[in-house]
């Protein structure tokens, strides 16, 4: 048993050992694209790059990624919307970057800038950083970020888990996805991910081979002018990414 252990724990460095050695090259000339275009063009450019990334990180570490066949049809359509998942790994970063949708962005908490490779990658590819400090200004980037939505058409992708479940359970909602689709006046998209928190649970060095099946569930709609809403709202959202979990996807390809 102990040489099994050593066994998963030299594969293990060898694939973090390949992802870094992957991302050290890719990251730069991905932010360097993202740098040299302008708005129009790094929104389109930003995300096929971010799932090149994901996509090569994720066979880096030995899994695959599949869709169903509502999760294509959903992201192949472009529209100012927020793009919801279930946060239960660290196999989520590169999974989320490699289902980027064209105009595609992250919404991500504003300490993750000072992360090196991924903070200045995802600040170069027009990300969403959203204040967790005081209420004024994490309202003010609320809406900074709500307009963004709408004048560049961004599909933003955010947990609303707020954080990585500690035992790959679904958590609690926080209420900052809600908020911001309200603020925005755009639908949720709740996409659902499949085997992530089994194929790397928390504490494991890397994660194991598999599968990570992406669905897709019907889009969410805020209710008008009623913000008081948003936490039955979020709580409604909650049991049906439960349901959908239990449930298993449906057909992938």
């Given amino acids: 048993m102990r040489i099994k252990n050593m066994s998963v724990t030299a594969t293990g460095l060898a694939q973090q050992g390949a992802v870094w050695i992957f991302s050290a090259s890719y990251l730069p000339a991905l932010m360097a694209s993202c740098l040299l275009t302008n708005q129009t063009q790094r929104n389109r450019v930003g995300p096929r790059m971010a799932r090149g990334w994901g996509w090569m990180v994720s066979r880096l570490a030995g899994v695959r990624i ?18 919801t998942f279930n946060h239960g790994s660290t196999l989520d970063v590169p999974v989320g970057a490699a ?16 992360l090196p ?11 969403i950083f959203l204040d967790r400090g005081d209420r004024e200004s994490a309202y003010a980037s609320l809406k900074v970020s709500a307009r963004r939505i709408q ?14 479940s500690p035992d790959g359970q679904l958590g609690q909602f926080k209420l900052g996805a809600f908020h911001l689709a309200f603020v925005a006046e755009a639908p949720i998209l709740p996409l659902v991910l499949h085997n992530s928190a089994a194929i790397w649970p928390r ?26 809403a948003l936490r039955s709202q979020a709580d ?5 990414y439960q349901k959908a979990l239990l449930a298993g996807p449906s057909v992938a390809h």
């Fill in 151 to 164: 004048d560049e058409k961004l599909q933003v992708l955010i947990a609303p888990e707020g954080t990585r």
């Fill in 66 to 83: 599949q869709y169903t066949p509502a999760a294509r049809q959903a992201l192949d359509t472009r529209k100012a919307r927020v793009l």
């Fill in 117 to 127: 490779l991924l903070g200045p990658a995802c600040a170069a590819l027009g990300s």
């Fill in 203 to 228: 504490g494991q060095i890397a994660p194991n081979g598999g599968t990570v099946i992406i669905d897709a569930l019907p889009e969410v709609h805020m209710p008008a002018g009623d913000s008081d």
């Fill in 99 to 114: 289902l980027l949708p064209e105009g595609g962005v992250l919404a991500i908490k504003a300490e993750m800038r000072a």
């Fill in 236 to 240: 409604a959202l909650r049991t049906l």
